[in-house]
């Protein structure tokens, strides 16, 4: 898992050294962050290895609480969602594809891509 606070969860840097991927590269990840995207997200800098393509699904608005079994912090604000969105902007990324997640409550969630 990538994060921190748990002795699971390690780091962006270190899952890629692991993985041995700072040796031929990534070029394509799918991120399941559970709420945690800015804490993921912000682990990528210019200074490392990026992947070419990134996945992930983004709660765009709080849901109501009793229509769901997320954690309050897993929907994100809209003001949230925009940083996240620039913040991949800087590094250089471009979303290449937004799909609805017809599963949950309309308007709540969204799988989004983006290509380097």
Not at 89 to 115: H, M
Request: glycine fraction near 8%; include cysteine.
């Amino acid at each position: 898992c990538i994060g921190q606070g748990k002795p699971e969860h390690k780091s962006w840097q270190e899952v890629v050294l692991q993985l041995g991927h700072h040796l031929r590269g990534i070029e394509a990840v799918k991120i399941d962050m559970e709420g945690k995207d800015a804490e993921v997200f912000a682990q990528l800098k210019h200074t490392m290895l990026l992947p070419r393509q990134l996945a992930a699904e983004l709660h765009i608005r709080p849901p109501p609480p009793e229509t769901t079994a997320l954690p309050a912090e897993a929907a994100q604000s809209p003001a949230h969602v925009a940083l996240i969105f620039s913040h991949l902007a800087a590094l250089g990324y471009a979303v290449t594809s937004r799909i609805d997640n017809k599963g949950g409550q309309p308007g709540c969630c969204a799988e989004f891509s983006w290509l380097h």
